[in-house]
């Protein structure tokens, strides 16, 4: 079944589409720049005021100002769309007073970036009013605390800084991202096979020669094959993409990121990531045994479709606040821990035994649940039935028993 599944056109193209969708990630910004213009912003300033506005005004790749006074050329300039855009600085009873002119209206992103330029300026503007030179009013605004955790609990776990909190919750994000994907793409393929399989009869010819549990074995080992080799293949691009681009500057980036956020977070995630496939595996397999044809497959995956849906948006909850008791509940739920959990080990600051508490969790229910999937499957995958999927489990029940 391995290699049957490896030569199928479905795997092959969607593990091509992963490595299209990974490259256009990683060369975003050269592929932007074919299709968009990124020519800098041409912004003359006008300064009718007693503060010193080039400093702040200054030019970058995006933006070039320029400092020119006030005449009709550079209006004649604006029109002939030579510049894109004049701002007039001045005062008026006591405040900052700015006037955009433009001739073409400015995007949105260069709109925002102009008034915060001018938000700051204005903040300048306050503080000198207070008799201090403008570097001065820059330095105060631009002063940071130098802030230390320090917990004086020895017993408890050491506490997070909040970049590392804040690198936790984008890791797990994408960790999120990834388990839903894969789970949706397996826990659909392995359904449909068994059901696909079932509803052309050629499960009662196979069954002849192997056992139902030999069977069911041989789709889960087959599929989560499948699902390791599209891992190794799509990382095994990205490796390659971080390590041996740009000099290997954005590998340098990864692993300090890998470093803010600890290698046993990657340990814990690898380990709730194939936990979970293997859960739903076994539940898609069970699934693809109860319908009589593929047509009723979607139809049985519902209910571990809206459990996924669940776990998924409580994790996309947690991006704002990771600390709320309904994240807490669910990183324990077997079914939503492989995207739950890793949020809290990477954005909060948990004990070392709640982590290994829900993957024993997990663990168990994978245990249990493929157990109590194989007697079933043995029952049902030769059992045909209509209605909803409560009657066919009661059919199966009354075929079996």
Same mark, same amino acid.
């Given at each position: 079944?391995?290699?049957?599944?490896l030569r199928?056109k479905?795997?092959?193209?969607?593990?091509?589409?992963?490595?299209?969708? !990974?490259?256009?990630?990683m060369?975003?910004s050269?592929?932007?720049?074919i299709f968009?213009?990124?020519e800098s912003?041409?912004?003359?300033?006008?300064?009718?005021?007693?503060?010193?506005?080039?400093?702040?005004?200054?030019?970058?790749?995006?933006?070039?100002? /320029?400092?020119?006074?006030?005449?009709?050329?550079?209006?004649?300039? =604006?029109?002939?769309?030579?510049?894109?855009?004049?701002v007039?600085?001045?005062?008026?009873?006591?405040?900052l007073?700015?006037?955009?002119?433009?001739?073409?209206? =400015?995007?949105?992103?260069?709109?925002s970036?102009i008034?915060?330029?001018?938000?700051?300026?204005?903040?300048?503007?306050?503080?000198?009013?207070?008799?201090i030179?403008?570097?001065?009013?820059?330095?105060?605004?631009e002063?940071?605390?130098i802030?230390?955790?320090?917990?004086?609990?020895?017993?408890?776990?050491?506490?997070?800084?909040?970049?590392e909190?804040?690198?936790?919750?984008w890791?797990?994000y994408?960790?999120?991202?990834?388990?839903?994907?894969?789970? #949706?793409?397996?826990?659909s393929?392995? /359904?449909t096979?068994?059901a696909s399989?079932?509803?052309s009869?050629?499960?009662e010819? &196979?069954?002849?020669s192997?056992?139902?549990?030999?069977?069911f074995?041989?789709? =889960?080992?087959?599929? %989560?094959?499948?699902?390791?080799?599209?891992?190794?293949?799509?990382?095994?691009?990205l490796?390659?993409?971080?390590?041996?681009?740009?000099?290997?500057?954005?590998?340098e980036?990864?692993?300090?990121?890998?470093?803010?956020?600890?290698?046993?977070?990657?340990?814990?995630v690898?380990?709730?990531?194939?936990?979970?496939?293997?859960?739903? =595996?076994?539940?898609?397999?069970?699934?693809?045994?109860?319908?009589?044809?593929v047509e009723e497959?979607?139809?049985?995956?519902?209910?571990?479709?809206?459990?996924? &849906?669940?776990?998924f948006?409580?994790?996309?909850?947690g991006?704002?606040?990771?600390?709320? #008791?309904l994240?807490?509940?669910?990183?324990?739920?077997?079914?939503?821990?492989?995207?739950?959990?890793? #949020?809290? %080990?990477?954005? !909060?600051d948990?004990?070392?035994i709640?982590p290994?508490?829900?993957?024993?969790?997990?663990?168990?229910?994978?245990?249990v649940?493929?157990?109590?999937?194989?007697?079933f499957?043995?029952?049902s995958?030769? !059992?045909?039935?209509?209605?909803?999927?409560?009657?066919k489990?009661?059919?199966?029940?009354?075929?079996?028993?």
């Open positions: 079944m391995y290699k049957q599944k199928q479905s795997f092959i193209l969607m593990t091509l589409l992963y490595i299209v969708i !990974t490259a256009v990630v060369y975003w050269e592929i932007k720049s968009i213009n990124d912003l041409q912004v003359a300033l006008i300064n009718e005021t007693s503060v010193e506005l080039e400093s702040i005004f200054s030019s970058n790749d995006d933006i070039v100002f /320029t400092y020119p006074k006030e005449t009709e050329e550079i209006y004649k300039e =604006l029109e002939q769309e030579k510049i894109d855009a004049v007039k600085v001045s005062e008026e009873n006591q405040n007073k700015a006037n955009i002119i433009t001739y073409t209206p =400015l995007k949105l992103t260069d709109q970036t008034s915060s330029l001018i938000e700051y300026s204005a903040k300048i503007y306050g503080i000198q009013q207070l008799d030179t403008a570097k001065e009013a820059e330095l105060l605004l002063s940071e605390p802030i230390i955790n320090t917990n004086l609990n020895e017993k408890a776990a050491d506490g997070k800084s909040e970049d909190k804040q690198s936790g919750i890791a797990s994408f960790v999120g991202i990834v388990i839903y994907i894969f789970l #949706m793409t397996f826990l393929m392995i /359904t096979d068994v399989e079932k509803g009869r050629a499960l010819m &196979l069954l002849v192997v056992k139902p549990s030999t069977h074995q041989a789709k =889960l080992i087959g599929v %989560i094959l499948i699902a390791l080799t599209q891992f190794a293949i799509i990382f095994g691009v490796y390659g993409f971080l390590r041996f681009t740009d000099g290997g500057v954005k590998w980036m990864v692993k300090t990121f890998v470093n803010e956020i600890s290698y046993s977070y990657v340990v814990y690898a380990l709730f990531l194939l936990l979970t496939i293997f859960l739903y =595996l076994i539940m898609g397999a069970l699934f693809g045994s109860l319908v009589s044809k497959a979607s139809q049985v995956m519902t209910p571990a479709i809206l459990v996924l &849906l669940v776990g948006y409580v994790m996309i909850s991006i704002g606040n990771p600390d709320t #008791m994240i807490k509940v669910f990183s324990y739920i077997p079914f939503t821990s492989g995207m739950v959990m890793p #949020m809290r %080990i990477g954005a !909060t948990i004990s070392p709640e290994i508490i829900s993957l024993l969790v997990l663990f168990i229910t994978m245990v649940a493929y157990l109590i999937s194989l007697s499957y043995k029952r995958v030769l !059992t045909y039935s209509t209605g909803g999927i409560i009657q489990i009661k059919t199966v029940f009354k075929v079996t028993t």
